[in-house]
């Protein structure tokens, strides 16, 4: 019996890993073919990464998800840091609520905050570009912020902060020397997956979007129009490849750290 439960479980494992990296392989792999139809190979060429890389439209999209991701990620980060912060520290009775609310943009479909979005810079009367594409990433970006933040709180031993102050620091003194580093991999983890959303991102870009401008997804989305080139393929490659330096990098000053202690 034992042996059949882990035959199973291994075949299990074999399924969603297949499952899960599969698709991803395919793209890697036809960033390579020949053909511009992902059906079949018809050998290997270089030729879409070049075209990437002449692809002043594609380049310039690139660039202003990257932007937009950056600075909402950044904008969320101290609004949720902040708003955690504010809200572990006060008892009111109607704390539970304002949580919960504050929670709301991650529970709500994307299209209604997209619609919402749009009618709110309407009526205030804005021009629709990189600033609403901004405040509106920002807007839905916060909640991964604080509630990574708030769950780090939770787990802080308040008698340090105690302690700190017993010996004459001030507010700001305990905050930069001791709530700051122990909440900063909450942060961190918090604004990764806030540029992760942003970066990913289509429907409230395309409701909050203006007509001159055009983020990475806008681009992607609208080429499925008249058929999306291998190019796609090749940028989804970089990107992937990108992310595992990233992961790469991180997992060998975290082992470093380790070492250290």
């Known amino acids: 019996m034992k042996k059949k439960r882990v035959s199973f479980s291994k075949l299990y494992l074999v399924i969603v890993m297949l ?3 599969l698709p991803i392989a395919m793209v890697v792999v036809f960033s390579f073919n020949d053909s511009k139809l992902p059906v079949a190979w018809k050998g290997f060429t270089w030729k879409w990464y070049q075209e990437l890389f002449h ?7 690139l660039k202003n998800s990257l932007i937009l991701g950056f600075i909402s990620c950044a904008m969320a980060a101290v609004i949720g840091t902040l708003g955690a912060i504010g809200m ?6 109607s704390k539970g609520m304002i949580e919960y609310l504050s929670s709301i943009p991650i529970m709500v479909p994307e299209i209604i905050l997209g619609m919402v979005f749009m009618a709110f810079f309407s009526l205030l009367n804005l021009p629709f570009g990189m600033v609403t594409l901004v405040i509106a990433h920002t807007a839905f970006s916060i909640p991964y912020v604080f509630m990574m ?4 709180l939770v787990g802080i031993d308040k008698s340090l902060e105690e302690a700190a102050r017993d010996l004459g620091a001030s507010p700001s003194r305990i905050f930069w020397d001791i709530t700051l580093p122990l909440i900063l991999p909450a942060v961190a983890s918090g604004c990764l997956l806030a540029f992760a959303m942003s ?5 409230i870009s ?19 129009k008249t058929g999306v080139t291998p190019e796609i393929n090749a940028l989804c490659t970089i990107i992937l490849i990108v992310v595992v330096l990233v992961l790469l990098v ?3 000053f975290r082992r470093g750290k380790k070492e250290y202690k």
């Open 250 to 252: 991180s997992s060998f």
């Open 199 to 203: 970066f990913d991102d289509v429907v």
């Open 55 to 61: 692809d002043a439209a594609m380049i310039e999209a």
């Open 88 to 93: 572990a520290r006060v008892n009111y009775k």
């Open 19 to 21: 499952i899960t990296y």
């Open 206 to 224: 395309i409701f909050v979007n203006g007509p001159r401008m055009s983020t990475l997804p806008i681009k992607v989305y609208t080429q499925m």
């Open 149 to 152: 933040v708030k769950a780090r």
